[in-house]
């Protein structure tokens, strides 16, 4: 498996570039800080700016920088407030460094935030640097639908210079419910898998499992939308198959889900909490399993794909951009525990069809979502695309 890929040569001149980001585990915070690390590896000063350090960042590897954005709780204020320090750390930053681009991941806080320093650089005849702003989901699909939100999330789309959307399924989502007709592009998500340090066997020890058992792997926070009460379902409906195994990397908690878990008697299924060393489990897995409401993009089925396995997942959102039903796994209609049960036993009873999946998988992966194909994307657009657009009237 070639997990890293060659320099590609660029003739872009190089640049300074701020990315603010949430810094812990999620798929928009991996996907931005391995963008900023991709971008320092090309040459580009990377500015990352959050309020902890990222956790995938590396501090040591040239072109790398990172500023913390500190929050203070004034026992005047019932809430603590991110977005107005978050504003005075961008514009000190710039004021320090000067960045071509500043790109936010979510529109808020972080657009507005990076609006407002902007209209402060102004005021203090600061060189003004470009805001470019990802959409990963939340601020489209949960925050849009709250009043008190809509008209601040549509302002800092509006007004950023340059708008990306991490799947085609987003990007039209966020034109109807922001009734908005801002040009967005859509660059997708991109993940580099990293070699395993544990062998298959021995992870499947540790699981206390056998090398034989067909392990289906879930990777990720366990928000609602995961929907994680289906994936217990599906583990049920599977009891019969001695040799099948849930394994479930919970990102957050899973305690709320023991009472169920405890309800439905199950003795097929793993948990393990805050597991820093995914890639090991990824490829002792034999399948991924997704059974979310909805997902712009869906992070966890990219990485499970990256290490060469099959992705069973709910026909929603943005995944079908990025998992093709009967080659890289199985679509499957939303809350269809019978169909995701069916599916698994097939993968179950015929190995050949499941590598063959998998191969596919990690084919895809690579033709489309690696970091030599987005980045690439990326910086066309923050030279190019952004370069020429004018007129934002701050
Ligand atoms: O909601 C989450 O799962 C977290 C959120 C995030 O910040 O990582 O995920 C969103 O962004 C990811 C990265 O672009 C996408 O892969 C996820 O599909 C998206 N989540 C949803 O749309 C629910």
Redesign the pocket.
């Known amino acids: 498996m070639a997990m890293s890929y060659k320099l590609p040569t660029t003739n872009h001149k190089l640049l300074k570039i701020g990315i603010v980001c949430?810094p812990s585990i999620?798929?928009?915070?991996i996907?931005a800080t391995n963008l900023g690390n991709e971008l320092a590896r090309l040459g580009h000063q990377v500015h990352f700016i959050s309020y902890d350090q990222p956790f995938l960042l590396n501090l040591k590897a040239p072109n790398v920088h990172f500023h913390k954005v500190n929050i203070n709780t004034y026992g005047l204020f019932k809430y603590p407030d991110y977005t107005l320090p978050l504003a005075v750390t961008i514009e000190q930053v710039q004021k320090k460094y000067q960045l071509d681009v500043i790109h936010v991941h979510y529109a808020v806080p972080h657009a507005t935030a990076a609006l407002l320093a902007r209209r402060i650089m102004r005021q203090n005849n600061i060189p003004l640097p470009k805001i470019v702003t990802t959409l990963?989901?939340?601020d489209i699909?949960l925050l849009a639908h709250d009043k008190n939100l809509l008209e601040i999330i549509k302002y800092s789309i509006e007004r950023s210079h340059c708008v990306t959307a991490?799947s085609q399924s987003l990007k039209d989502e966020t034109l109807q419910v922001l009734k908005t007709d801002k040009p967005i592009n859509v660059i997708y998500?991109f993940y580099t898998p990293l070699p395993p340090t544990k062998s298959r066997t021995s992870i499947r020890k540790g699981l206390r499992i056998r090398d034989d058992d067909f392990l289906a792997i879930h990777l990720?926070?366990l928000?609602p939308?995961k929907r994680i009460p289906d994936l217990l379902k599906i583990a049920t409906l599977l009891k019969t198959r001695k040799n099948f195994k849930l394994l479930i990397l919970a990102g957050e908690p899973f305690a709320q889900y023991l009472p169920l878990m405890k309800k439905l008697r199950l003795k097929n299924v793993i948990v393990k909490e805050n597991v820093k060393d995914i890639k090991n489990y990824l490829n002792a897995a034999d399948a991924g399993i997704y059974t979310?409401e909805?997902?712009?993009?869906?992070?966890g089925m990219l990485e499970t794909m990256s290490y060469g396995k099959p992705v069973l997942a709910t026909k929603t959102?943005?995944i079908p951009e990025v998992m093709r039903d009967g080659q890289d796994g199985f679509l499957l209609k939303l809350g269809d525990v019978k169909g995701f049960a069916k599916k698994l036993e097939l993968l179950l009873d015929n190995p050949a069809a499941a590598k063959t999946l998998g191969q596919n998988a990690l084919k895809r992966s690579r033709e489309h979502f690696s970091a030599e194909v987005i980045v690439k994307q990326y910086l066309k657009y923050y030279t190019e695309t952004c370069k020429k657009t004018v007129g934002l009237g701050d």
Do not use: A
């Open positions: 949430y999620g798929g928009s915070g996907v990963h989901g939340t699909t991490v998500n990720s926070n928000r939308v979310s909805t997902e712009s993009f869906g992070m959102g943005g």
